[in-house]
Each structure stands twice: as structure tokens, then as C-alpha cells.
């Protein structure tokens, strides 16, 4: 979107209103509604004093009417009685039902006062009342909101963790049908055999914690160890290797270390590791010695796990430290692109609407609201879009915003629209 142009009124020049020169604009638009809503709402404040002090001075008037009414009426009830006998009864009646008649209206225009200061009072309570029932509303659809967002997300983890469950113990199973066929070739094979049953336990148990991974048994003959397991993460990267080396002898040698690190470098793997029923002196469960792991059997997921978060953690600061200097010129381009400057000159828009509409907020606050929170969803879109495009740009090296993230959609999601008060339209 081309940058908007102003002519000068004197010399005629085009200028192009850029976002430096726009800013002054914006703030001194801003200055003048915030000041003329101040106005109106002090001009507000006058009127009801105004009003307020009318009624007082209408409710004093009639007091002091009714005490000269009041006065009146004894002397001329005093009067009437000194000339009794001068005047007829006929005259007394009318002059009574004169003096009736004037305080009934008097009454009728203090009734009226009286009515129109109630009506103001009741149309005041009205609208406070309608502007709770609408807070209170609008939260409670936001409350029944989190309900339901968190009740299917829990319904969607049950039913994850039942199906990981099945899925574990159908390997589990699978494990001790194999284990316990091993174990018995085992114990009816050598020595040998018994080597290549833990070889075969050690390659299922890898295979069945990290089904991701690849592990690849190694052949007899070749640069030795038992197995490869090839690291892969959760994008499908490769990150490394480790060489497994299984061992079920009831003595250590000393000698199984140089020629497993002999066979890591063959193999290229990042790290050896060794899975053996007898340690070293001085080594419990499991350490590394000359830069190699060794583990008991029992330890040897744990080990695993952890040897195979280091290399995933490498891999990725590989990654994200490749192409630094690419990203940064993206970045750089999309700054200065015609794109971010849509986008921001989107937000200013929406703001400067929104700056327009306080003018008339007193007199329609209910329909504003609604328009309101249009306005700022579309900010908000636009933010998040922005936040998309430099995502998609610098990958896993952009910090994460927790409020933008999938996550946060099970405590901070965005409420819908509550329903108005009876009788209220939107724009």
C-alpha cells in the first residue's frame, strides 16, 4: 500500500506523510479526544448539579409557599371568623375551595418535580444495572469458555495416555514373550549365545524407548560393538550416534575400553557406551571412564535417555547457529518491506478508528463496546501475524511469546463476544 501524500498549501510541494511525521499527528488527535471527552463528561457533571440544585431550590419554594399558604389560611380563617356574622356561609365555601384549589396545584407541580428527578435517578440505575448484567455475563461466558476448552483437552489426554498405555504394555509383552524365549535359549545355550540374547535385549529395549531413533545391529566381523543407534529428533534431523557395546561376563577387563573407542571411531559415533552385569571397581550403577559409559543393564534406558537429549541439544545449536547471518538479513528486508509497513499502518488505522469513536461513547457506551473489541481483535490479528512472518523467518531462534503460543490456548484463550442487554444493536 502506497504511502499517502499531503500537498503544501503554500508552495504546492507533495509530501509524503511518512510514519515519523504521521506520529505527532496521531498523538495530537489523540490529545484533542481525550480533552473533549473530558469536556463532555464535566459538562455532564454541570447539568446534573444544575439539575440537582434546581429541584433543591423548587422543593425550598414550596416549603416557603406552603408556610405562606399555611399563614395565609389562619388569618384568613381568623378574618373569617371576626366577620362571621358579616358574611355570608356561601362566601366562606368558595373562598376555602379557592384556597383548595391553588394548594392542589402546587402539589401537582411538586408531584411533577418530584417525578422527573426519580425519572432521571431510575434512568441513571438502569444503565449502571445493564452495564453489571453485561460484565457479569460476559464472564460467565468466558468461565463456561474455560470449562469446555479444558474438559476436551483433558478428554484428549485421557485418550492419548490410554492409547500410550495399550501401546506399552503390548511392547512390554512383546518384551518378555522375546525375554523369556532368549532367557531360555540362554540357559540352554554357551556362553556366546548368552552374549547375543543381552546384545538382542539391549537392541529391544533401545527399540522400544526411542522408536524414532534407528538402531542398527552390527555384524559379525566388521569395526565392532553391538549396535548403532542413530538419534533422530522430533523433526526427523539426525543428530548423531551412539555405539552400544553389551557385555554378560562375570569379570571386567580393562581391555574392553580402547577397543570399543578403536570401534567408536570406526563406527563415527559420537559417543560409546558400554551395558555390562559386572563394573569396574568403584563404580556404582554407572560413570564414564577414558570417555566411555558404562552402565548396568537396569540402567541403561536412563543413560540412553540422557546421552540422547545431549546430542539432540547439539544438533539443534548447530542448526540454529547455521544460516545466523541470512536470517538476520531477512529479518532486515521484512522490516523495511512494504509488508511490515502494512501491517503496522493496519494497527494505525485501527487505533485511530477507535480514537474517532470515543467522541460518541457517552451516548451509545453499549454498541461502542461491541465495535471496541472488533477493533482490537483485528489488532490483534494483525500482531500475531506479524509475530507468524518473523517465526516462519528465524525458526527456533525467535524467543517464544507464551501468550502466542498453542499452549496457552487451555488458560488465556480469547473469550467469545458476550451476549448484550435486550434491546441493544451493534454497528
Known amino acids: 500500500m502506497p504511502d499517502a501524500i499531503i500537498g503544501c498549501p503554500k508552495c504546492g510541494a507533495q509530501i509524503e506523510l511518512t510514519e515519523a511525521l504521521a506520529a505527532p499527528l496521531v498523538a495530537e488527535i489523540r490529545r484533542k479526544s481525550e480533552a473533549d471527552a473530558q469536556q463532555r463528561e464535566k459538562a455532564l457533571l454541570s447539568r446534573e448539579e444544575a439539575l440537582a440544585k434546581k429541584t433543591t431550590d423548587l422543593q425550598g419554594q414550596v416549603a416557603r409557599l406552603e408556610l405562606t399558604l399555611s399563614e395565609r389560611l389562619t388569618s384568613e380563617r381568623e378574618k373569617i371568623a371576626r366577620e362571621q356574622e358579616a358574611k355570608a356561609q356561601s362566601a366562606v365555601e368558595v373562598r376555602l375551595k379557592e384556597l383548595q384549589a391553588s394548594l392542589v396545584e402546587k402539589d401537582r407541580k411538586l408531584q411533577a418535580a418530584q417525578a422527573a428527578e426519580l425519572t432521571v435517578r431510575q434512568a441513571r440505575e438502569k444503565l449502571e444495572e445493564q452495564q453489571r448484567e453485561w460484565e457479569l455475563q460476559k464472564q460467565r461466558d468466558m468461565d463456561a469458555e474455560r470449562g469446555r476448552v479444558r474438559e476436551a483437552a483433558r478428554n484428549e489426554l485421557l485418550e492419548q495416555t490410554r492409547l500410550k498405555d495399550a501401546e506399552k504394555d503390548k511392547v512390554i509383552n512383546d518384551l518378555k514373550g522375546r525375554i523369556d524365549e532368549l532367557q531360555r535359549k540362554a540357559d540352554q545355550g554357551s556362553q556366546q549365545l548368552r552374549g547375543e540374547v543381552a546384545e538382542l535385549a539391549l537392541e529391544e529395549l533401545l527399540r522400544a524407548k526411542f522408536p524414532r531413533d534407528t538402531i ?77 559409559w558404562i552402565c548396568e543393564p537396569i540402567c541403561a534406558a536412563p543413560l540412553a535417555m540422557a546421552l540422547r537429549h545431549s546430542l539432540i541439544e547439539a544438533a539443534s545449536s548447530r542448526v540454529a547457529s547455521e544460516g545466523q547471518h541470512t536470517k538476520m538479513e531477512q529479518v532486515y528486508q521484512y522490516l523495511c518491506g512494504p509488508q511490515f509497513r502494512q501491517r503496522v499502518e493496519a494497527i494505525v488505522e485501527s487505533f485511530t478508528t477507535m480514537m474517532q469513536d470515543l467522541e460518541a461513547e457517552r451516548r451509545v457506551i453499549t454498541k461502542q463496546w461491541a465495535k471496541r473489541e472488533k477493533q482490537i481483535e483485528r489488532v490483534i490479528e494483525k500482531t500475531v501475524g506479524m509475530y507468524g512472518d518473523l517465526q516462519g523467518i528465524a525458526g527456533r531462534a525467535l524467543p517464544r511469546i507464551e501468550s502466542l503460543e498453542l499452549d496457552s490456548l487451555s488458560g488465556a484463550s480469547i473469550a467469545p463476544r458476550a451476549a448484550l442487554p435486550s434491546g441493544e444493536a451493534l454497528d
Do not use: H, M, Y
Not at 240 to 252: C, D, F, M, P, V
Not at 253 to 264: E, H, S, V
Not at 276 to 285: A, M
Open 216 to 292: 542398527e545391529p552390527v555384524a559379525k566381523g566388521q569395526f565392532g560393538g553391538d549396535c548403532v543407534q542413530r538419534v533422530v529428533n522430533a523433526t526427523g534431523q539426525a543428530c548423531g550416534a551412539i555405539l552400544w557395546e553389551s557385555k554378560r561376563t562375570k569379570t571386567w577387563q580393562d581391555g574392553w575400553l580402547p577397543k570399543l573407542r578403536d570401534d567408536q571411531r570406526a563406527a563415527r559415533a559420537e559417543i560409546a557406551a558400554i551395558c555390562t552385569s559386572t563394573l569396574p571397581k568403584g563404580v556404582e550403577r554407572f560413570d564414564c571412564i577414558d570417555g566411555v
